[in-house]
């Protein structure tokens, strides 16, 4: 089965960038999508594709993916970017995986 | 503007069935897939299962292949769940979420839109 691997957790100075990666068997060749989710709350979607942003997400996050490694980056980070983040990327044999969440603090 | 309201969830002893449905407004239903994606209390996200815009084709996890079983009607625009022989592992938060892209399948997608989710308790 695939899996998908992200830190437990990342901490960020606020106005600085957050990095939250998520890992997994040549990921780059995948499509790899990106979800917001604050305590409470439904799941929002961030990046899809890589490295597209739906309508009204800021351009502050942006994503790339190569490799074995995705990556989503925060950029001047608020406090109110605190929230768990998750990959997700179809995989014809596992179907719709996601990753086991970054919890992001923003110090 | 865009909506999806989840209902039928709540607390079931193991091995009975539930029916969850969602109710979607503010865009074309029929023109997307759907899908039923769960979060058990404290833990990550986990698809369940999707199907296709015209109700050609649908998917299941592993886990659920054979017990759960998804439908839409396209008049209503609506989304359903049948639950059956739950389990105690079966307890989540059950979201209602919509495919992005347009007339695909449930497949190789990503949610650009979620409910707020009906919860789901297994227990005896």
């Known amino acids: 089965s695939y899996e998908l691997t992200q830190p437990l957790s990342v901490s960020v100075a606020l106005g600085q960038t957050a990095t939250i990666t998520c890992g997994g068997n040549?990921?780059?060749?995948?499509?790899v999508h990106w979800y917001q989710q604050k305590p409470g709350q439904a799941p929002v979607l961030v990046i899809y594709r890589d490295s597209n942003r739906p309508s009204g997400i800021l351009e502050r996050f942006s994503g790339s993916s190569s490799g074995n490694t995705a990556t989503l980056t925060i950029s001047r980070a608020q406090a109110g970017d605190e929230a768990d983040y998750y990959c997700?990327?179809?995989?014809?044999?596992?179907?719709?995986?996601f990753g086991p969440g970054t919890k992001v603090t923003v110090l | 503007e865009v909506q999806l309201v989840e209902s039928g969830g709540g607390l079931v002893q193991p091995g009975r069935s539930l029916r969850l449905s969602c109710a979607a407004s503010?865009?074309?239903?029929?023109?997307?897939?759907m899908h039923w994606v769960r979060q058990a209390p404290g833990k990550g996200l986990e698809w369940v299962s999707g199907?296709?815009?015209?109700?050609?084709?649908?998917g299941y996890v592993d886990s659920v292949e054979g017990r759960f079983t998804i439908s839409r009607d396209n008049v209503k625009n609506s989304l359903y769940l049948q639950m059956d022989s739950l389990r105690v592992e079966d307890t989540a938060l059950y979201y209602c979420?919509?495919?992005?892209?347009?007339?695909?399948?449930?497949?190789?997608?990503?949610?650009?839109?979620w409910g707020q989710g009906t919860m789901v308790t297994v227990s005896s």
């Open positions: 503010g865009f074309t239903f029929d023109d997307y897939a």
């Open positions: 979420t919509k495919g992005a892209t347009f007339w695909s399948a449930y497949y190789e997608d990503s949610f650009d839109m």
């Open positions: 997700q990327v179809w995989d014809s044999s596992s179907r719709y995986v």
């Open positions: 199907i296709s815009w015209n109700s050609g084709s649908t």
């Open positions: 040549n990921i780059g060749s995948k499509s």
